[in-house]
């Protein structure tokens, strides 16, 4: 079985990097995403240089500007510092959505059904799907990652940001990367069509990213969005990985919410596996 899906995942990531229109315009999406997303979502850019009247100096328009920074968005020391976490949550979501279009062109164009009367099992045909949903998001996400930081006014690692915490990140991205390739490799098993597959994607992923704390913080959510934000997995992973990114060092709350957060993922993840698993046999069952 392991050889099997090595052998079916180098086939899928060999297309993918020998194909530059796919490779590309991750490269871009990360740098729109961080650029676009980084300004226009920006609220000390919206802070006005005088109120009633008075005008504030330079000093005080900072003052504001990092109290915004401290109070709303959990110390970040840029606007970037706190969207990036975010940002390569958005990234992953869509990339693990959409990645499974491929496999449903091996079913269209009868690859698929060459591998179902091959001795492979179906497990290795799932897996293999799922892994290589994975290393292409999470090189775009590796990628996002250094876009942020070389970005003019972007991504500012916290004191004492190391190994460790850097492992922390991409762990919490991977957890994330896993359970949803997981279940949108499932779906693609599962459908006969390209649209289907697109349509049910589209439903499914914005509510999604706009229902985390990707974006925004939870300090303007009312409080229904709230309930939803707190058990939604990109929520889990934007958090764990932002808490790192901007603080570093952690105190020990800080390390007993990351722990709670990186349970939660790994339960999910296994979840997910076991219940995508499940539904690939079936889909890829004879008839």
């Known amino acids: 079985m392991f050889g099997d899906l090595i052998a079916l995942t180098g086939r899928a990531l060999k297309k993918w990097i020998r194909n530059p229109a796919a490779?590309?315009?991750?490269?871009?999406?990360?740098?729109?995403?961080?650029?676009?997303?980084?300004?226009?979502?920006?609220?000390?850019?919206?802070?006005?240089?005088?109120?009633?009247?008075?005008?504030?100096?330079?000093?005080?328009?900072?003052?504001?500007?990092?109290?915004?920074?401290?109070?709303?968005?959990?110390?970040?020391?840029?606007?970037?510092?706190?969207?990036?976490?975010?940002?390569?949550?958005?990234?992953?979501?869509?990339?693990?959505?959409?990645?499974?279009?491929?496999?449903?062109?091996?079913?269209?164009?009868?690859?698929?059904?060459?591998?179902?009367?091959?001795?492979?099992?179906?497990?290795?045909?799932?897996?293999?799907?799922?892994?290589?949903?994975?290393?292409?998001?999470?090189s775009l996400a590796f990628l996002t990652f250094l876009i942020a930081v070389v970005l003019p006014n972007g991504l500012e690692l916290g004191k004492g940001f190391g190994v460790l915490d850097f492992i922390g990140v991409f762990g919490a991205f991977a957890l994330l990367a896993f359970a949803l390739s997981c279940v949108f490799t499932a779906l693609a098993l599962s459908v006969k069509s390209i649209d289907s597959l697109v349509a049910i994607v589209n439903f499914a992923t914005f509510p999604l990213v706009f229902t985390s704390t990707a974006l925004f913080p939870v300090a303007g959510f009312p409080g229904w969005l709230l309930s939803i934000s707190n058990v939604n997995p990109i929520s889990k992973a934007t958090d764990s990985a932002r808490l790192l990114m901007i603080n570093g060092t952690l105190s020990s709350s800080q390390l007993s919410t990351l722990a709670g957060d990186g349970a939660y993922l790994i339960v999910f993840a296994v979840v997910m596996a076991i219940l995508g698993y499940i539904a690939a046999r079936k889909a890829l069952a004879p008839v």
Do not use: H, W
Request: aromatic share 12%; charged share 5%.
């Open 23 to 138: 490779v590309l315009p991750g490269f871009f999406t990360a740098l729109f995403y961080l650029a676009l997303f980084g300004n226009s979502f920006n609220p000390t850019s919206i802070i006005p240089s005088s109120i009633g009247g008075f005008q504030l100096t330079p000093a005080e328009l900072q003052s504001i500007k990092t109290s915004i920074l401290t109070q709303t968005f959990g110390g970040a020391a840029t606007y970037i510092s706190y969207i990036t976490a975010g940002i390569i949550c958005l990234i992953l979501v869509f990339n693990m959505a959409f990645g499974g279009i491929d496999l449903v062109l091996d079913r269209q164009l009868g690859f698929l059904s060459t591998l179902l009367t091959a001795p492979i099992s179906r497990g290795s045909i799932y897996f293999s799907g799922v892994l290589q949903n994975m290393v292409k998001a999470m």
